[in-house]
């Protein structure tokens, strides 16, 4: 399996992002897809989730800004961003899990916002 993600870069504090992760196999044959981002310095956190069904989840700080979608014909998922702030800067990871041979990471695109 392979996760590919797409979209990081330079953005200003205020400003929208998308980022998107394209999949090498149906999304429908994941239990769950999310994303997740690495502050420098700090853990791994759980930015936003979505189940086979395409129901979502947000960690309580992460909703109302961040919002997960996806794209079936492009076995793709995205993360759409608002209203950016510089302590939003990290690595933003795309993760797949299924019950059959685990979980699954793509390798991370740099979000850096500027203020």
């Known amino acids: 399996v392979q996760l590919v993600e797409s979209g990081g870069g330079l953005v200003w504090a205020g400003e929208s992002m998308r980022l998107s992760c394209e999949a090498s196999e149906s999304i429908f044959s994941f239990n769950v897809m999310g994303w997740y981002r690495r502050i420098l310095g700090k853990e791994r956190e759980l930015v936003a989730i979505m189940g086979v069904s395409g129901d979502t989840d947000y960690p309580r700080k992460m909703r109302g800004r961040f919002s997960i979608s996806r794209d079936v014909a492009k076995n793709t998922i995205h993360l759409d961003a608002d209203n950016l702030k510089p302590n939003d800067t990290a690595v933003y990871y795309c993760?797949?899990?299924?019950?059959?041979?685990?979980?699954?990471w793509g390798r991370g695109t740099q979000v850096t916002v500027s203020a």
């Open positions: 993760y797949a899990r299924r019950e059959t041979d685990g979980g699954f």
